[in-house]
C-alpha cells in the first residue's frame, strides 16, 4: 500500500534551492512525528530533518541553517525546503514516519537530488 509519496527533486547548481513535498494519505498521518530522510550512494540512509505533530523540528547537523522542514495537515502534505544546497546534498531523498517505529510505512521511491555545476 502506497501511503507517501515524494517529489519535487531535481538537478540544481550548488547554491540553489528546492522543496520537496511529500503527500501522505490521510489526516492520521498527522499525529506522527514525520522526517525526511535521504541516502548517498555507497551510504547508509540518514535522517535529515524531523517535525513533530505540533510543530517542532530537528535538524541533522549537516543541513541545519539551509533546510526547513514543515508540515500543512490540512493539505495532508510535509515539505522540505532546501537552500544553499551543496553537492553533498546529492541523494535520494524520502519521507516516512519517524515516531512511532511501529507504524513507519515501507520506504516508496523516494526523490532524487542532485546538486551540481
Known amino acids: 500500500q502506497v501511503q507517501l509519496v515524494e517529489s519535487g527533486g531535481g538537478l540544481v547548481q550548488p547554491g540553489g534551492s528546492l522543496r520537496l513535498s511529500c503527500a501522505h494519505s490521510?489526516?492520521?498521518?498527522?499525529?506522527?512525528?514525520m522526517g525526511w530522510y535521504r541516502q548517498a550512494p555507497g551510504k547508509q540512509r540518514e535522517l535529515v530533518a524531523a517535525?513533530?505533530?505540533?510543530?517542532?523540528?530537528n535538524y541533522a547537523d549537516s543541513v541545519k541553517g539551509r533546510f526547513t522542514i514543515s508540515r500543512d495537515n490540512a493539505k495532508n502534505t510535509v515539505y522540505l525546503q532546501m537552500n544553499s544546497l551543496k553537492p553533498e546534498d546529492t541523494a535520494v531523498y524520502y519521507c516516512?514516519?519517524?515516531?512511532?517505529?511501529?507504524?513507519?510505512?515501507?520506504w516508496g521511491q523516494g526523490t532524487q537530488v542532485t546538486v551540481s555545476s
Open positions: 516516512n514516519v519517524v515516531s512511532p517505529v511501529s507504524v513507519r510505512t515501507a
Open positions: 490521510g489526516s492520521i498521518f498527522s499525529i506522527y512525528v
Open positions: 517535525i513533530t505533530s505540533g510543530g517542532n523540528t
